[in-house]
């Protein structure tokens, strides 16, 4: 079991920045990818961004490409997702889903954290 908890939400200007964190607990030994994930009020559930745990490599959502920057510390086993120029549209709430080496999906999740930007 993998627990998940985000922090860092919360109501921001448009133009402004915000920075989430998860932290990871339980076992994260085998930990390959961590990745931000968001959900719009009434819209599915869209992928931000990624990174692998060993090697860093990130990938992001066009969406957020330039504005967005996921990182990790592998200590804490904690990942961040710092957001700038937030726009009205990146308004969601935004979870955090560890995958584990061999494992095809992101099987633990955590509870979300709201972000809103307002105009």
């Known amino acids: 079991q993998v627990q998940l908890v985000e922090s860092g939400g919360g109501l921001v200007q448009a133009g402004g920045s915000l920075r989430l964190s998860c932290a990871a607990s339980g076992r994260t030994f085998n930990t390959y990818t961590m990745a931000w994930f968001r959900r719009a009020p009434g819209k599915e559930r869209e992928f931000v961004a990624v990174?692998?745990?060993?090697?860093?490599?990130?990938t992001y959502a066009d969406s957020v490409k330039g504005r967005f920057t996921i990182s990790r510390d592998n200590v804490k086993n904690t990942v961040y997702l710092q957001m700038n120029s937030l726009k009205p549209e990146d308004t969601a709430v935004y979870y955090c889903a560890h995958r584990g080496a061999g494992i095809a999906d992101y099987r633990y999740w955590g509870q979300g954290t709201q972000v809103t930007v307002s105009s």
């Open positions: 990174i692998t745990w060993s090697g860093g490599r990130t």
